[in-house]
Structures are given as structure tokens and as C-alpha cells.
């Protein structure tokens, strides 16, 4: 086993390009979208599954200095909600065919539960942060890689406050205003301190406790009670991301795929959880309430969550009623072109296809 990782992080690249290229190859395999045939899905599921944990080979490396904030994770909570991610697909197809359409979705439903409690876990785990992709990235804190730019020069990273102007700087004390004057003084205050510390090693080691303290993880117990509305706001907006998809397979098993109830139900709750989101990342100027700063990578985790709105068209019965009817209208205008519409015909067969399957539409 060892042998294998040494040689998949010396040849990272050739690894990577094998396997886009493997991915690529199983979506033109025949029977494809078949009922009947689960050997296609497997393998992708199996390619999958292999990438992840080459993936996590790589990122694990013991010569590599990890970024702060990603060795937190006493548990590699990303890892396994990828290889469930890839598998899902499998017993969807394997379920479907030996359980039938109907009894499918206990199987979903069980599915889409582990699914919740990891991230649930992982969410837990990470000190409440951000899912990215799911929970299958690891939310790196970038506010510790780079206090300067998001602290603003105070302590809390997720805090409004300190010089965010042109005309400060920042360092390890605090912000520093650029004039001469400012640094005079800032560079004495720091004397003071020091001196502060040398004449008292009680002080010192209380500052340092202090200091420990502060970069733990924070409790639910704090952002329920102690940070405000914001907080409440951001960890019910991700609880709802999380407990989406299982509500939605819940309703579907209940009043059948069909049926307009489960569709608005998560429609409703991606709205929902979206608006507590925005409103607790957005700082109010007429009130005091601490609002969650978020990273770069954070804010390209709710552009992607939002981009995973379109999937509703294509989920029934939406998709039966309206979508369905519109791409075979189109690709009955353009089967007369030889080319677009020997490209379209293929494209409308893949779309059909895909919509088949949940796990490819689901969005989670």
C-alpha cells in the first residue's frame, strides 16, 4: 500500500489525466441509462471511488505542508461522502432492479440519511463552517491564512471592526496607521507590553492560555446563544442545505415522483436556507449584531449552490410537463440540419437519460 501512494504522488498528473480520461469514456459506454444493466454504473462508481482516494493520497502527503485550518478534522469526513457519492448511483440502479421503481426510494431514503449525519458531522467537526461542495472540500480558513484582509485588524475574524482603510496597516499587534507618528507609538506600546511579560511570567502564561482559547472551535452552544441572530441565521441555513435532499426523497416516497408536493417542499427549503444565508453574511449598519465574513471560497460555494437551481427543470414532474416538451420540440425543428441534428438528437437522448436517474439531478 505504500508502494501505490509513493507512486501516485510521484506521478500525480499521469494519474489525474488517466482518470478524466476513464470518466469520460464510461458516459458513451452502451446501455448506459439502462433499467436493466448496472455494469456501466459500477464501473464509473468503481473509477470514481479510485479517484477519491488517489485524491486523498495526494492531499495527505507527509512532505507537504497542509494550509492552516486543514489538519483540524479529526476524521476525513470529505473522504467518505465522496466514495458515498459515487456509489449512490449503484444502488440506485441495483435497487431499481431488483427491488422496483416503487421500493427504490427506502433505499434513497437511507442513502440520502448517512448522507446528512456525515455532513451534519463534518459540519460539526469543522467548527461550524461552510459546507464546500457538500462537505467533499475541506473549508480551509483563509481568515487564518490571511487575518490581515479579513480581520480587519481586530481579533475575531467574523467581527466587524478595526482600520479596514487605505490608511492602515496590519500586523500581528493590531492595525498600525502608515504615518511616523503612528508608528512610534504603536512600536512603544509594543515595548510596554513586552516589558510587561519579562517583569511578569504570570501574565505571560495567562496571554498565552488566552490566546489558545480563542482560536478553538466554537460551540453550537456560542453561535445559538452568544453571537446573535446572524449565527442562528447561517447554522440553520446550512442545517436546511443539509436536510434537503433526505426531506425531498422523504415527501417523493410518500406522494410519489409525480407529485408537485415534494418538488415545491425542496424548492422551498433551498429558498429558505439560501435567504438566512444571505442575511447572515450581510452586514446591517443600524445594528450590532455579528454578522459571518465570508471567504473567497465560501462565497464561490453559494454561486455553485445557486447554479444548482437549474436542476429543478429537470426534476419531475417539471420536467415531464414542461422541459421534455420543449427539447423534443426543439430537436424535432433541427432534425432536418445533418449535422446540429444528428448533435441535438444525441444531446436530447443524453438529457432523457440523465433525467432517469436521481443521483445525477439531485443536486446533493
Known amino acids: 500500500m505504500e508502494a501505490y501512494k509513493l507512486w501516485v504522488r510521484k506521478n500525480r498528473e499521469f494519474v489525474q489525466f488517466l482518470e478524466s480520461l476513464s470518466s469520460g469514456i464510461t458516459w458513451v459506454l452502451p446501455e448506459r441509462f439502462s433499467n436493466s444493466e448496472i455494469g456501466p454504473e459500477a464501473v464509473y462508481a468503481f473509477l470514481g471511488i479510485l479517484s477519491t482516494v488517489n485524491q486523498h493520497i495526494i492531499d495527505t502527503a507527509p512532505t507537504k505542508t497542509p494550509p492552516r485550518g486543514l ?6 469526513w470529505s473522504l467518505c461522502l465522496s466514495i458515498i457519492k459515487d456509489s449512490e448511483t449503484v444502488v440506485e440502479v441495483a435497487t431499481q432492479q431488483f427491488a422496483g421503481e416503487g421500493r427504490k426510494w427506502n433505499y434513497l431514503a437511507v442513502t440520502q440519511a448517512v448522507k446528512a449525519f456525515v455532513r451534519l458531522a463534518a459540519f460539526r467537526d469543522s467548527g461550524y463552517k461552510m459546507l464546500l461542495r457538500g462537505g467533499e472540500t475541506v473549508n480551509v480558513d483563509e481568515r487564518q491564512a490571511a487575518p490581515e484582509v479579513y480581520n480587519g485588524g481586530s481579533g475575531d475574524a467574523r467581527e466587524p471592526g478595526g482600520c479596514n482603510g487605505p490608511g492602515c496597516i496590519h500586523d500581528y499587534h493590531g492595525s498600525i496607521p502608515k504615518s511616523l507618528e503612528g508608528r512610534a507609538i504603536s512600536a512603544l506600546s509594543r515595548f510596554g507590553e513586552n516589558a510587561k511579560m519579562v517583569s511578569d511570567p504570570m501574565r505571560s502564561k495567562k496571554l498565552c492560555k488566552s490566546s489558545k482559547a480563542s482560536v478553538g472551535k466554537p460551540t453550537l452552544y456560542n453561535l445559538w446563544l452568544q453571537k446573535g441572530l446572524s449565527s442562528r441565521l447561517f447554522v440553520t441555513g446550512e442545517v436546511l442545505f443539509v436536510l434537503r435532499p433526505l426531506i425531498y426523497v422523504l415527501f417523493i416516497r410518500k ?13 422551498a427549503m433551498d429558498l429558505a436556507g439560501m435567504s438566512f444565508l444571505s442575511y447572515s453574511t450581510t452586514r446591517c449598519p443600524r445594528s450590532d449584531d455579528k454578522y459571518y465574513q465570508l471567504t473567497t471560497s465560501e462565497k464561490y460555494e453559494l454561486k455553485r449552490r445557486k447554479l444548482l437551481w437549474a436542476l429543478y427543470i429537470m426534476r419531475d414532474p417539471f420536467f415531464t410537463k414542461y422541459t421534455k416538451h420543449r427539447l423534443e420540440k426543439t430537436d424535432g425543428y ?5 449535422l446540429i441534428g444528428f448533435l441535438t438528437d444525441k444531446f436530447v437522448e443524453l438529457v432523457v437519460g440523465v433525467q432517469t436517474r436521481y443521483t445525477y439531478i439531485s443536486g446533493s
Open 334 to 338: 433541427l432534425s432536418r440540419v445533418p
Open 255 to 267: 406522494y410519489g415522483i409525480r407529485s408537485w408536493k415534494p418538488w415545491l417542499i425542496s424548492l
Open 71 to 76: 489538519g483540524e478534522s479529526t476524521f476525513p
